[in-house]
């Protein structure tokens, strides 16, 4: 059976650049840029769970403020519920601990790098 996952990402906006993150080098979005976030663990509401993510990945406490887009993606591999919401740091300074690396980007610029083919809509949605 096809595998699904669900997962959460972190919509960071800074004058008009936003928070990309490069993912590390394996799997098969190696090196792809995305949003910081991840997968929901079971019980968890989806604020929670990206409070909790962007915590782990990145020492920041965010605030989760309004929802943005859910798109599903069929990888190779597995099936992704991506949910995107806009977000505000709290406290913190968003330091990589898995990334390989992190840029504030202009939707131009995002739209030349490498993002996970799931994002393409979100970068879209973010451009309009
Ligand atoms: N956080 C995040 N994940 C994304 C985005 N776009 C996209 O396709 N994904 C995919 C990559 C992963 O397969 C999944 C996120 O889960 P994750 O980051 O916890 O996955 P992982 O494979 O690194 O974690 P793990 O299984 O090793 O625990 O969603 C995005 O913009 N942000």
Not at 35 to 64: D, Q, W, Y
Not at 67 to 91: D, M, P, S, W
Request: aromatic share 10%; net charge negative.
């Amino acid at each position: 059976m096809n595998k699904s996952i669900e997962v959460v990402a972190a919509i960071i906006k800074k004058d008009n650049t936003y928070f990309c993150a490069q993912r590390s080098d394996h799997g098969e979005l190696a090196k792809k840029w995305e949003f910081p976030g991840g997968k929901i663990e079971k019980g968890e509401t989806h604020k929670e769970a990206l409070e909790r993510e962007i915590l782990e990945e990145l020492n920041t406490k965010i605030e989760v403020k309004t929802f943005l887009l859910t798109i599903n993606h069929q990888y190779k591999g597995f099936n992704l519920i991506l949910h995107a919401y806009r977000c505000e740091v709290i406290e913190g300074n968003l330091e990589l601990s898995e990334h390989l690396a992190f840029k504030w980007a202009t939707i131009d610029e995002m739209k030349k790098m490498e993002f996970s083919a799931a994002d393409i809509p979100v970068l879209d949605y973010l451009s309009t």
